[in-house]
C-alpha cells in the first residue's frame, strides 16, 4: 500500500514536472531558416490558430493545412501561396522543411514557441485566403485524420504515393500537379464541398 502511495506521489510530481516545462514563457527560437517562404506561412498560421481560435496545432495538421492552403491559392489565384517543396507521405502530404524545423523541436506536440527572423505575410490577399482556410477548419473540427483522408481522395496525393512505391525519391507533389488536379472540375467540386463553400 505505502509503495502504491509513493509511486502515486511520484508520478504526480512527473506530470507536474512536465507541465511547468511545457507551459514555461515562451522564449522565440533562433535557428538558420531556409530561404523560401513556406516557414513564414507557417507562424502566420501558427498563430492565428492560436490567437483568433485559442487553438494550440501540431506539426501533422499544420502540414496538411497548408496542402490545401496551396492548392486553394493554385486554383482560385493561379499562384501559389508559398514557394517550398511538397511530398507524399503515407498519411498524406508533408513538407520536409516543415517536418526539419517543428519535428526537431517539439516532436507531435503543439507548436508554441515562435521563430525568430520569420517576415511577416503582408500580402493582405494571400493572408485572407490563409484565415480562410483556418476558419473553416476550426468551424468543421477538421483534424488532422480527416484532412488526412480528404487529401488522399483521388488528388496529387495518390498519383505521387503510388509512384514513391516504386521510385521513392519520386514523391514530390509539384504545383503543376496540384494546379491540374485543384484547376479542374473534379478537383474544384473537392474544394468547393470541403473548403470554400463553408469559408464565404
Not at 513538407?95 to 526539419?100: E, F, G, K, R, S
Not at 511577416?120 to 482556410?133: M, N
Amino acid at each position: 500500500m505505502i509503495k502504491k502511495i509513493f509511486n502515486f506521489w511520484k508520478r504526480i510530481k512527473q506530470l507536474v514536472t512536465e507541465f511547468k516545462k511545457r507551459h514555461r514563457k515562451a522564449r522565440p527560437v533562433d535557428l538558420p531558416l531556409p530561404d523560401d517562404n513556406i516557414l513564414d506561412v507557417a507562424e502566420y498560421c501558427i498563430n492565428y490558430f492560436r490567437n483568433r481560435h485559442h487553438k494550440l496545432i501540431d506539426v501533422h495538421f499544420l502540414m496538411k493545412v497548408m496542402y490545401f492552403i496551396q492548392a486553394v491559392s493554385l486554383a482560385e489565384r493561379n499562384r501559389p501561396c508559398f514557394s517550398g517543396e511538397i511530398v507524399a507521405a503515407q498519411h498524406g502530404p508533408i513538407m520536409p522543411a516543415l517536418v526539419d524545423l517543428y519535428m526537431g523541436i517539439y516532436g507531435s506536440f503543439p507548436l508554441e514557441v515562435p521563430i525568430k527572423g520569420l517576415r511577416p505575410v503582408e500580402d493582405a490577399e494571400s493572408k485572407a485566403l490563409i484565415e480562410r482556410i483556418c476558419d473553416v477548419c476550426v468551424e468543421q473540427n477538421y483534424d488532422f485524420e480527416v484532412l488526412s483522408l480528404i487529401s488522399h481522395m483521388g488528388t496529387p496525393w495518390s498519383r505521387a504515393w503510388n509512384i514513391a512505391q516504386q521510385q521513392p525519391d519520386k514523391n514530390e507533389i509539384s504545383n503543376e500537379a496540384l494546379d491540374g488536379f485543384y484547376g479542374s472540375e473534379k478537383g474544384l467540386e473537392q474544394l468547393q464541398h470541403y473548403m470554400l463553400a463553408k469559408a464565404a
